[in-house]
T-cell receptor
Framework: RKEVEQDPGPFNVPEGATVAFNCTYS??????FFWYRQDCRKEPKLLMS???SGNEDGRFTAQLNRASQYISLLIRDSKLSDSATYLC???????????????FGRGTQLTVWP | SAVISQKPSRDICQRGTSLTIQCQVD?????MFWYRQQPGQSLTLIAT?????????ESGFVIDKFPISRPNLTFSTLTVSNMSPEDSSIYLC???????????FGPGTRLTVL
């Protein structure tokens, strides 16, 4: 079983739509959680961290459910510029893991159309 | 944040040859990693580059194939040895800055092996 599972999509939504991405992780000892964004032919860049209490940054809301080992990202009022691949990232906290090692999901591709 | 540069940005190489990729950071960082992203796939960690000592490789990656150096806190190299077409991929270095668990990625090196 993969460490991080994501629906690869693609998601095709009109401008202004609300879209949600989900991600599950297998290691219950996971410590830190992030959403990264990767534009076509570019490197991944941190979009936001995911906290147990949930967090919001403008149009973006991230949620973590430790009991279900589930992470979500909600994008409201989608913009054309939101078109990218969104990567769910987990850092485990167990002795078998490389310190600082990130586990990436395959990514969910989003296209926002006018 | 950290500004990361990689050289070369892309290369086309012949089977059986080797290519060394450089990663330079504009400030001292605590950790440096090398990742591979194959076409249509997510990122896979190759190894942690340790300053002044041998790199720590992930399962499936070996030093003979991917020798890594990290002579100081701001620079690392990854060599892809005896290349085959299966090594065609994007190779990215990433760093962790002091006091943070966020990873910043370099722009990547797009390698094509013929």
């Amino acid at each position: 079983r993969k460490e991080v599972e994501q629906d690869p999509g693609p998601f095709n939504v009109p401008e202004g739509a609300t879209v949600a991405f989900n991600c599950t992780y297998s290691n219950s000892a996971s410590q830190s959680f992030f959403w990264y964004r990767q534009d076509c032919r570019k490197e991944p860049k941190l979009l936001m961290s995911v906290y147990s209490s949930g967090n919001e940054d403008g149009r973006f809301t991230a949620q973590l459910n430790r009991a279900s080992q589930y992470i979500s990202l909600l994008i409201r009022d989608s913009k054309l510029s939101d078109s990218a691949t969104y990567l769910c990232v987990v850092i485990p906290l167990d002795r078998g893991s490389t310190l600082g090692r990130l586990y990436f999901g395959r990514g969910t591709q989003l296209t926002v159309w006018p | 944040s950290a500004v990361i540069s990689q050289k070369p940005s892309r290369d086309i190489c012949q089977r059986g040859t080797s290519l060394t990729i450089q990663c330079q950071v504009d400030s001292q960082v605590t950790m440096m990693f090398w990742y591979r992203q194959q076409p249509g796939q997510s990122l896979t960690l190759i190894a942690t580059a340790n300053q002044g000592s041998e790199a720590t490789y992930e399962s499936g990656f070996v030093i003979d194939k991917f020798p890594i150096s990290r002579p100081n806190l701001t620079f690392s190299t990854l060599t892809v040895s005896n290349m085959s077409p299966e090594d065609s991929s994007i190779y990215l270095c990433s760093v962790v800055t002091p006091g943070s668990d966020e990873q910043f990625f370099g722009p990547g090196t797009r390698l094509t092996v013929l």
